[in-house]
């Protein structure tokens, strides 16, 4: 049987498995994703909660819903959405943060299914998801429509993708790289790669094309004086958040 087409990117996969045993410390080389964590939640939870009409005040709110964390890395996002009740499965193609991720799970008292594995090898064995969050994976792909294509085939008709990733101006080179890589050295330096980085248009036409239907975008804005992030209608400056939806009937 011929291996499904990946879009996985080898040199980013290492650069990620280097820094696997530090996803939990809020100190580390994830510093910035622990800090942006919280508002990324807000924002994942009043979409799959606008999606599928449900009270996030409820007990288990997302129960009934099976939730897809592409990239999941070590389980910052998958372990907060299954608390809300969802049935979650975690999926990175960088093996070394799974073993993170289960022990983490583990303690937690929580039951996720983390796969070493890609989204076109799940599209391929017909794996079928009412949400897919995937979140600061697209600037890490070599072909990111061709990723984008395998997310709207695991989406079940009516499915709801949540796709975060960092804009591409002068701007978001200051602060996403220099900034971060060299000036608070949050991330090793090469984390990331400017030209990969995708401005909101061209993220709704790849969305589009992809099959999906762009609903909603905000920006996560970092203030430097209180310290924190917030979520924003205008600025999409530098990172940003998408929602798009798969017809009932595709």
């Known amino acids: 049987m011929q291996a499904p087409h990946t879009t996985v990117d080898p040199s980013e996969i290492a650069k990620f498995e280097a820094m696997a045993a530090e996803w939990w ?36 709110p997302f129960e009934g819903l099976r939730i897809l964390d592409i990239g999941c890395g070590g389980g910052l996002l998958s372990e907060p959405v299954a608390r809300l009740g969802a049935t ?25 299914d983390y796969r070493h594995t ?9 794996e079928q998801f009412d949400v897919v969050l995937n979140m600061e994976v697209v600037e890490h792909v070599a072909d990111p429509l061709s990723y984008l294509t395998a997310i709207h085939t695991l989406l079940r008709p009516g499915g709801l993708q949540i796709c975060s990733t960092i804009n591409r101006n002068p701007k978001s080179y200051a602060m996403a790289i ?5 000036i608070m050295r949050w991330l090793p330096r090469g984390t990331h790669e400017w030209s990969k980085f995708i401005t909101p248009d061209e993220l709704f036409d790849l969305l589009s094309q992809s099959g999906m239907s762009p609903v909603d975008r905000k920006g996560f ?15 999409l400056s530098v990172n940003y958040a998408t929602a798009s939806t798969k017809g009932a009937s595709t």
């Not at 100190?27 to 807000?42: A, E, I, Q, S, W």
């Not at 979650?88 to 996720?112: C, F, M, T, W, Y």
């Open 118 to 126: 890609t989204a076109e090898a799940l599209a391929e064995a017909g």
């Open 221 to 235: 804005v970092f203030n430097p004086i209180l310290w924190s992030w917030s979520l924003s209608d205008r600025d």
């Open 25 to 60: 410390d809020p100190n580390g080389k994830f510093m910035p994703l622990h800090m942006l964590n919280p508002c990324r939640l807000d924002y994942i939870t009043g979409q799959i909660a606008a999606e599928f009409d449900r009270d996030l005040n409820s007990s288990n």
């Open 88 to 112: 979650v499965v975690g999926a990175d193609a960088a093996e070394k943060n799974l073993p993170i991720a289960r022990l983490h799970a583990e303690q937690s008292g929580l039951d996720i």
């Open 178 to 182: 220099v900034g971060a890589e060299v």
